[in-house]
């Protein structure tokens, strides 16, 4: 194995961090460079027109690869220097065969979904979800003839194993099957925990010949608080403009899992075109060389906050993922599931959405923007601004109160921040 693909030093595994310093980059290929180059190309030169006719029979699924056989370079749309060696390195965090990173975080969603399903078929999936995904699976996806059902997170597993089975036995009357469970956990923006392992079980106990598939949203807490394909899961999908790119600066997003399923989804990707560009590629791999510290910073300062908050009398509830206000189910789950609670938060406050809207008016550290997993804090009001299409019975459903702010933690100074938020309370 070449050197620069090994991932022990002796005995030693080596961890993530260490790996994404080097791995799946030789400099020897780029003139030394100690970082790899942006490859901004669209094309790329065969030395012989045998090279080319074996890549493209890869490329285009005509057969299966060799266990040594480099993927050839063919064309930006199908492959790159930077995005191969990309994800590679994101495949090491999750611990899957295979990473592909998108254009965006719903063109990972959207591409894997379609290459999933066929008209007659249902995909259940938990709410709230972001909400480019509810309008794919509620809009979007039933014109082709797939159905799409929700169940709200709030209601526990219980609820989720009905509802699966619920679903299976609908698909079975139009001749399809339930194709796709998919959980967003934690929720956003209540950080209601979703037991993946749990779901595992359920679906895989389907009287369904071939099992669903369970995706999962990892955006929240992954790649180091929550690793879903370790718990079970087929596919972990990433909006990977939020924690991994980290710098708002990008957009992005990421699928990643076994072999087989990963084949399905590229293929898609390859017709749909949805593959990232060399520069967003290169972007991100520069993100990915901070990541555990930034996300470990992050996720301290965000301790202290709702900590404080929780002391706070100006303060109703502080939703963290399985944090103290949380269920004991809740609870029970964070601590099978998830290594950690991020660093996006949730406040309830007393009163309304002019309360709400008072005390995000007087940040001034805070920047009021949606997003999250940036560098810098963020404040963002869900019921009006990424939440408002969902009608009051769905709010209220999701826990989603005119009265609820959503935080995005960064990494500037703690007792900055806390200062911001405390003046910022005193507007109330």
């Known amino acids: 194995m070449n050197r620069h693909r090994q991932r022990v030093l002796g005995d030693r595994t080596l961890a993530p961090e260490t790996l994404m310093m080097g791995y799946g980059y030789d400099p020897a ?70 990473a592909l990173v998108f254009s965006s975080g719903m063109a990972a969603i959207s591409t894997a979904m379609l290459a999933l399903v066929r008209p007659g078929d249902v995909i259940l999936y938990t709410a709230p979800a972001y909400g480019g995904t509810e309008y794919l699976f509620d809009r979007i996806l039933p014109r082709y003839g797939v159905k799409a059902i929700s169940v709200p997170a709030a209601e526990g597993a219980d609820a989720l194993d009905a509802a699966m089975l619920a679903a299976a036995a609908q698909a079975k009357t139009t001749g399809g099957r339930l194709a796709a469970v998919y959980l967003e956990t934690p929720a956003n923006p209540t950080n209601q925990l979703v037991d993946i392992a749990r779901a595992v079980s359920g679906a895989r106990a389907l009287d369904q010949a071939e099992p669903p ?7 929240f807490l992954g790649p180091l608080w929550q690793s879903p394909l370790e718990l079970g899961a087929d596919l972990v999908l990433y909006s990977l403009t939020k924690y991994v790119g980290g710098h708002s600066d990008l957009i992005a997003g990421g699928c990643l899992g076994g072999a087989e399923i990963m084949a399905r989804v590229g293929e898609m990707r390859t017709i749909c075109g949805t593959t990232a560009d060399p520069h967003t590629a290169w972007l991100l791999l520069r993100s990915l060389e901070t990541l555990h510290i930034r996300m470990e910073r992050a996720q301290e300062n965000a301790l202290v906050l709702a900590e404080r908050l929780r002391a706070d009398p100006r303060v109703s509830a502080v939703l963290t993922a399985g944090g103290p206000d949380a269920s004991p189910e809740q609870r029970t789950i964070f601590e099978a599931q998830c290594k950690g609670s991020g660093s996006t938060f949730s406040l309830e406050l007393p009163g309304g959405e002019a309360e709400a809207f008072r005390m995000l008016n007087a940040l001034r550290l805070f920047k009021l923007a949606v997003s999250l997993g940036g560098a810098e804090s963020l404040a963002s009001h869900p019921s009006s601004m990424t939440h408002s299409d969902y009608t009051p019975e769905a709010k209220a459903r999701s826990g989603i109160g005119d009265n609820l702010v959503r935080l995005s933690v960064g990494i500037e100074n703690v007792e900055d921040l806390w200062a911001d938020l405390d003046q910022a309370l005193s507007a109330i």
């Open 29 to 98: 290929l780029s003139e030394g460079a100690i970082k790899a180059p942006l490859f901004q190309a669209s094309t790329f030169v065969f030395k012989s027109a045998e090279d080319g006719k074996r890549f493209f029979e890869v490329a285009y699924g005509l057969r299966q690869r060799d266990p040594d056989e480099a993927l050839g370079l063919i064309y930006s749309r199908i492959n790159n220097p930077n995005l191969e060696i990309l994800e590679d390195r994101l495949a090491v965090w999750d611990k899957a065969d295979k």
């Open 213 to 219: 598939v369970i995706a999962v949203d990892n955006t």
